[in-house]
Every structure is written in C-alpha cells, then in structure tokens.
C-alpha cells in the first residue's frame, strides 16, 4: 500500500490505518476474541497497513493490551497512536476528562507498558479539558517527545482556536474528528481549512459512517444492549430508513467503478485532501481486505462532483453522538495560565 504524509510532519503512514477500537469495546455485538483480534491486526500488518489506533480508554485499557502483543513482533515496521485525557476511576469506568500535566504523564507511562514499547509514535489528546490550558497540555506533550517516551503530538475534536494554540507550543502533526459523507462538520467549522493551514495531518475515524455507510445495516437492523450506537439517534430506524439514501447514492457509484459502497466511502475521503488518512474499524478479515482495497479507487474531478451534487440534496437525519457526547466535542480549552506547564 502507498503512503501518505500527515500534513508537514515528516511522519509517513499508510493510506489508510485501522481503528482498533470496535475489536473488543464500544460495538458489543462484534467484539471478537483476543486471538481472533491479534490475528486481524497482524493480517492488516502483512497487508502493508503501518497506522494502528487505540486509546486508554477503550476497555478501559484492554485495546492497548490487545495492540501492544498484536504489533510486539513487528513493532519497528508501524505506527502506533494512542490517547490520554480521560479520569478513569479503580473500577474503570470513565467519570470525566482530564488532561492535568501529571496525569497525562502517569496515563503515557501505563500506555507505554500496554502497547509493549518505549514510545508512542503520535499521542492525542482524546477530548480537551475546557479546566485546562492547552498551553499546558501541549507544554507537557514537548517535554514527552523531548524525553523520547512520544514522537508526534495529536488532537482529537478541539475547537478550532484550542487547536491554533495548542500547535504554538507544540506542532500538532495529525487531527483525529469524525468525518465521512454523513459527517461533513469539519468541512464547516474551519478544521480543515486549520489543518491545510498549519500543515496538520487529518485523521478521519468512523470514516464509514459506524458501519452504516457500508450498506450492511438498515431500519430491520438490531443493535444488541452495550452497542454504544443503541443510544444515538442517527441509528434509530427511522433515521436510518431515512438515511439510506447516502447508502444508495454510494451503491450507484459503486456500480459504475466495480466497487462497493465502502470503498466509494473512503475513496471519496482520500481524494480530498492528500494529507487525509482514514483509519475504518472492523473484525473481519474480508472486511479489511475490502477496505484496503478503496485505495486502489480512483475517483476524477467530475465524479466527486457528481458525488457532492447528489449529497448535497440529502439531510441527513439524527445526530452523530448522544447530547452529553455532543458537549465534548469542539471544546476550546481554559485561558493560558501563564507559561507551559513544568509537567
């Protein structure tokens, strides 16, 4: 597979990563066994996939295992991304943000015993802490690169201005938001015009709509008790009847290219930015073969185009996120306190 800068870092990765995080949290009725998801990460490896992403907080803590032993053997060959910013309390369960400079670092110390590694290739903040001055958290980040524990500092969902100040004391070298032909928002609220700006890489999660856009779900689907999506409305059924009018739109230019609608998903990403690198999730191995493959779509100016004419005429109906997870993203982060922090 080909490789693509994130924006001006010098940091290249394949064209498209893995999202690690559905292979045992968030979508219960998916989570395959630990073999199982060692031995898909380890096929996206032999498959020319260097971008592997997780976070302390899916499990809690159990993806960063799972990630760790899966890439140990071929750990000089990859890209590893893991994120802070969550208080996570002794029986693990996620009771608020925080991204003080002394928890960051005891949070990098235990990612770092997780993933098996002495570093963490880019480490984001996993959602601002509106109590603390990104001057702080970027402050903190510099001196972890300094010490050699982090090598690329990265972003997740920032407001735009939390995002500029941030990348003034520490260059940000990749943006993680959500973005696919149903999730437009940083097309509106400056962030990518930011990241074109400053140089920044774009790394789109949930690139295929949470599953939806690959046309394998609709309003007869059933989504199983601990599936974070049960709680969004975008899944409800009548969203989702609604809805399929993007599935079919991606369906018809799948036609014309032999190629599904997840690949026309991702394809369509791709060629909108060059520094843009989508990471899909799933537990199949069909599925990530079939994902791969979108890099090998091309799509010219007219059928982008005829993509975005054709979109633009759909509304897509319900949220992407449940009202307290729409609060987190998008936040810009306390007044500077006076001088990056001492960590």
Not at 20 to 33: D, E, F
Not at 285 to 294: D, K, T, V
Request: charged share 25%.
């Amino acid at each position: 597979m080909q490789k693509r800068e994130l924006g001006r870092s010098g940091l290249k990765v394949s064209t498209l990563g893995l999202g690690c995080m559905g292979l045992n949290s968030s979508y219960s009725s998916s989570i395959v066994s630990k073999n199982d998801g060692i031995a898909l990460i380890r096929a996206a490896v032999e498959r020319g996939v260097t971008l592997f992403d997780t976070a302390e907080v899916y499990g809690p803590f159990i993806n960063e295992e799972l990630v760790g032993e899966a890439l140990e053997p071929v750990r000089g060959q990859v890209v590893i991304a893991t994120k802070f910013g969550w208080k996570i309390d002794a029986d693990r369960k996620t009771v608020g943000v925080d991204s003080r400079p002394q928890h960051i670092r005891e949070a990098v110390e235990g990612s770092l015993k997780r993933l098996r590694t002495d570093r963490i290739d880019i480490l984001y903040q996993h959602r601002v802490d509106p109590d603390v001055p990104i001057e702080d958290v970027a402050g903190t980040v510099k001196q972890l690169i300094a010490e050699g524990k982090v090598k690329h500092f990265g972003m997740s969902e920032p407001g735009v201005q939390t995002l500029r100040r941030a990348h003034a004391v520490q260059p940000v070298t990749a943006l993680q938001n959500e973005y696919s032909l149903w999730t437009r928002d940083p097309e509106t609220n400056g962030t990518l015009q930011a990241c074109d700006e400053l140089g920044i890489g774009f790394v789109p999660f949930s690139p295929l709509g949470r599953g939806f856009l690959t046309g394998a779900m609709g309003k007869d689907t059933k989504l199983a008790e601990g599936d974070m999506r049960k709680g969004i409305s975008r899944f409800s059924p009548e969203a989702m009847e609604k809805n399929q009018a993007l599935v079919d739109l991606l369906k018809r230019v799948g036609n014309e290219k032999s190629a599904t609608p997840a690949q026309i998903a991702l394809a369509w990403l791709l060629a909108k930015r060059p520094h843009i690198v989508p990471i899909p999730g799933t537990t199949k191995l069909h599925r990530l073969e079939e994902n791969i493959g979108a890099a090998d779509v091309e799509l010219t100016e007219a059928d982008m185009r005829a993509i975005e004419s054709a979109a633009s005429e759909i509304q897509v109906e319900g949220e992407r996120y449940t009202p307290q997870q729409m609060e987190m993203v998008g936040r810009e982060s306390a007044p500077p306190s006076g001088g990056e922090s001492r960590g």
